[in-house]
């Protein structure tokens, strides 16, 4: 029998075993399994998908980078604003302090200068930074109540108390000075008697303020009250979240405030 040429080709091809009898190949009628001819197609969309995917996972690492640093640079700005409206705040008062006391034609005026001169010395070169020693903090506090009693008629019922070690703690600079202020603005009549007490803890690193001063009868004005104490509150909130609890209890008479702040919680 004889076979043609596409005969031949449509014949078992053998399969070499070696010694043992050749025995014929499966015959797949010249095309290749289904599978075989699949693969390359799964493979590219196997490729595909995994591109798809790790370039969305990118893009939403980039975008939560950039809301990050959005925020960052935010609240960066926010508080250097509140911090510069602390600064004239203060400047304000003492040069009214001062002028108080050159309209009386006092002698106290050159101290008075060189107590505003180191406190603007502790302002210039300290607070830029992000924290301040607690010990420099209370001084300059310290100095400004001492201003404050240069130009009162009435001071004997102004007290500071502090107690607990200072040494090698930090504060965010100028945080407590706006308690300070406000107790002097309000706890001062029209004569000159002043009712003013704080008392400051610290335990480890833990900090207790707590300041108390009589309601005179003051005309509060509604655009500009509470300015400095919103200031203080917004401050709190961006540099000790969860790391400060402020209280305030105001009667016909006292207004008192306490906060307590944990010192090594900052936020940087």
Same mark, same amino acid.
């Given at each position: ?82 911090? @510069? ?44 930074? @992000? ?88 005309? @509060? ?48």
């Amino acid at each position: 029998m004889t076979y043609t040429i596409s005969e031949f080709r449509e014949m078992p091809r053998p399969i070499n075993t070696g010694n043992k009898p050749m025995r014929l190949a499966p015959h797949f009628g010249g095309k290749r399994p289904i599978i075989f001819r699949l693969l390359p197609a799964v493979f590219y969309i196997f490729i595909l998908a995994c591109s798809i995917v790790i370039k969305t996972l990118s893009e939403i690492y980039t975008s939560q980078q950039n809301k990050l640093v959005a925020e960052s640079h935010r609240t960066s700005a926010e508080l250097n604003y509140l911090r @510069k409206q602390t600064n004239p705040h203060f400047l304000f008062n003492a040069l009214n302090s001062i002028y108080s006391l050159a309209y009386k034609k006092s002698d106290l005026v050159p101290d008075a200068i060189v107590t505003l001169s180191e406190m603007m010395r502790y302002m210039l070169y300290e607070t830029d930074n @992000k924290s301040v020693f607690l010990e420099k903090e209370l001084n300059y506090i310290q100095n400004y109540i001492e201003l404050q009693k240069l130009r009162l008629s009435n001071i004997e019922n102004i007290f500071i108390n502090i107690h607990g070690d200072t040494k090698n703690k930090h504060i965010e600079p100028l945080l407590l000075i706006t308690f300070v202020e406000n107790a002097f603005k309000y706890g001062t009549d029209y004569k000159g008697v002043t009712y003013v007490k704080i008392k400051i803890i610290i335990e480890g690193n833990t900090l207790d303020f707590w300041i108390e001063n009589r309601i005179e009868n003051h005309i @509060k004005d509604p655009e500009n009250s509470g300015i400095g104490m919103t200031n203080m509150e917004n401050r709190l909130n961006l540099l000790y979240p969860n790391a400060h609890k402020l209280t305030i209890i105001e009667t016909n008479d006292k207004y008192s405030l306490h906060l307590n702040l944990k010192l090594d919680q900052i936020k940087e």
